[in-house]
């Protein structure tokens, strides 16, 4: 089974801040690992995916993830927040080697990024 | 090129009745997968078709159905509707399997 915990609900920011979203995960095998953010009434749109490679995975609008296997995370970050980066966060999880079973991509809850001006 | 088309946009069905919902994926793309979502449960696996066979399968009700056709096309048919599968579905394409497009998805109400 894999699993996905975004621990933050919400997250607040000042606009020019560094932001983090928070994303720990759990597969019976090795992890592709994507972030998505979504606004409101439409669809998600794909940020970044680690799939094997680089702990660092770099992805649209500046954002970036670090993979970190040993502490099954794989945390969202920005340097500088901007105002439009306010949205619903999600982290997805799907094991390696899930052919066949009843898995597809897993997600957490959503967290909620607010970037105050 | 074009994305995933999702259509419709929006539904109003009554209890009891059926839905079909459709899904055009990018061009070459022959996985398809189709998501739940809703404010209670969030993003729920439904199911995932490649080159017209269901290759996985979510934990969701017999009422819950899909099929891919040859040319990638996915539709998607939930029978006999209650008012709790009022949701947004999306549905996704993917070319290898490590990446997935998400349409903008139909927003069912169930009323």
């Known amino acids: 089974a894999q699993s996905v915990a975004q621990p933050e609900d919400q997250v607040n920011v000042a606009e020019g801040n560094p932001l983090t979203v928070k994303c720990t995960y759990s597969?019976?095998?090795?992890?592709?690992l994507f972030w998505y953010v979504q606004y409101p009434n439409r669809g998600l749109q794909f940020l970044l995916k680690?799939?094997?490679?680089?702990?660092l995975v770099k992805g649209s609008y500046g954002f970036e993830a670090e993979f970190n296997k040993s502490q099954t995370s794989f945390h969202l970050k920005k340097p500088s927040a901007l105002v439009s980066d306010s949205a619903l966060y999600f982290c997805?999880?799907?094991?390696?080697?899930?052919?066949?079973?009843?898995?597809?991509?897993?997600f957490g809850k959503g967290t909620h990024l607010i970037i105050q001006p | 090129k074009a994305g995933v088309t999702q259509t419709p946009r929006y539904l109003i069905k009554t209890r009891g009745q059926q839905v079909t919902l459709s899904c055009s994926p990018i061009?070459?793309?022959?996985?398809v997968s189709w998501y739940q979502q809703t404010p209670g449960q969030g993003l729920q696996f439904l199911f995932e078709?490649?080159?017209?066979?269901?290759?996985n399968k979510g934990n969701f009700p017999g009422r819950f159905s899909g099929r891919q056709f040859s040319n990638s096309r996915s539709e998607m048919n939930v029978s006999t509707l209650e008012l709790g599968d009022s949701a947004l579905y999306l549905c996704?394409?993917?070319?290898?399997?490590?990446?997935?497009?998400f349409g903008s998805g139909t927003r069912l109400t169930v009323v």
């Open positions: 078709y490649f080159s017209e066979t269901q290759r």
């Open positions: 597969v019976s095998g090795n992890p592709y």
């Open positions: 680690y799939i094997t490679g680089d702990n």
């Open positions: 061009s070459g793309h022959r996985s």
């Open positions: 996704a394409s993917s070319h290898t399997g490590v990446g997935y497009t």
């Open positions: 997805a999880v799907r094991d390696m080697y899930s052919g066949g079973g009843a898995d597809g991509l897993t």
